[in-house]
């Protein structure tokens, strides 16, 4: 049953890292920059993700409609993550990080894909931050590929419940989120986690991703302090 109101932090909160090109273009930049910029967020929000006793943060990093973008620009933001993980994974798994990629990493090479794997192996232990990485991500995906495994499970119709179905998802075994972050003024979820968001709080900002910091963090973790978490039940 439903207790409210919010737990004083919320144990997963996702973000649309969104801005980045608008970023770069308020600064007569190549978009290339902003996203580069977008990378150093990333970095300020995982360490104060663990400062506020955040214990999943899921990142949508780059979604399935992404691929639609100019190809320079896909090759950019994939060298990024390369770059990214290459130089920041000894520090999170040092900080006790643990690396889950959702989505569909495969579609970005060989290469990524097997550090992404190496990446997750090598974190698998640690236990203070899940870190959730949504790479070619998209929600309405997910939910096909999990009825398709639920059918190779052979489960029968009658079988399957909202609980077994969510087994079957990309993130089976994390929490849905609690609060769930857009920055950059867009409001909207552009295919991020449809069916696990189905009860978050959501916070739209009109910072943009590179501008991101603790601070920011900090103050819609308060905003959501400040929520009253029904799931459709009546206040007491
Ligand atoms: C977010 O910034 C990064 C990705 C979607 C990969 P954008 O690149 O979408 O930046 P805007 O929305 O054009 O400002
Ligand atoms: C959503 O941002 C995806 C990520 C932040 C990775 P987009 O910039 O791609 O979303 P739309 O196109 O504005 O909805
Ligand atoms: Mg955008």
Redesign the pocket.
């Known amino acids: 049953m439903a207790d409210f109101p919010a737990r004083a932090v919320p144990a997963h909160v996702a973000i649309?890292?969104?801005g980045n090109?608008r970023w770069a273009a308020a600064r007569g930049l190549p978009r290339a920059a902003g996203h580069r910029e977008g990378a150093k967020a990333v970095r300020r929000t995982i360490e104060a993700a663990i400062a506020q006793g955040v214990r999943y943060l899921t990142l949508?990093?780059?979604?399935s409609?992404?691929w639609q973008r100019p190809a320079d620009e896909v090759a950019d933001l994939t060298f990024l993550m390369k770059h990214y993980l290459r130089s920041e994974l000894d520090e999170l798994h040092a900080r006790g990080v643990k690396l889950k990629v959702i989505g569909e990493r495969e579609r970005f090479g060989p290469a990524l894909t097997g550090e992404l794997e190496a990446a997750e192996l090598k974190t698998a232990a640690n236990t203070r931050l899940t870190l959730v990485m949504?790479l070619s991500?998209g929600g309405r995906a997910d939910i096909v590929q999990a009825a398709r495994r639920a059918m190779q499970a052979g489960l029968k119709p009658e079988e399957l419940t909202e609980r077994n179905f969510a087994g079957f998802l990309s993130t089976e075994g994390i929490p849905d989120p609690d609060l769930m972050i857009r920055t950059?003024g867009?409001e909207?979820i552009?295919?991020?986690l449809l069916w696990q968001l189905a009860y978050a709080e959501i916070l739209f900002t009109p910072v943009l991703?590179p501008d991101f910091t603790a601070e920011s963090l900090a103050a819609a973790l308060a905003d959501y302090a400040t929520r009253e978490r029904r799931f459709g039940a009546r206040p007491a």
């Not at 949508?60 to 979604?63: H, I, K, L, N």
């Open positions: 649309i890292m969104d090109g949508f990093a780059f979604s409609e992404n949504a991500y950059s867009e909207r552009s295919n991020f991703w």
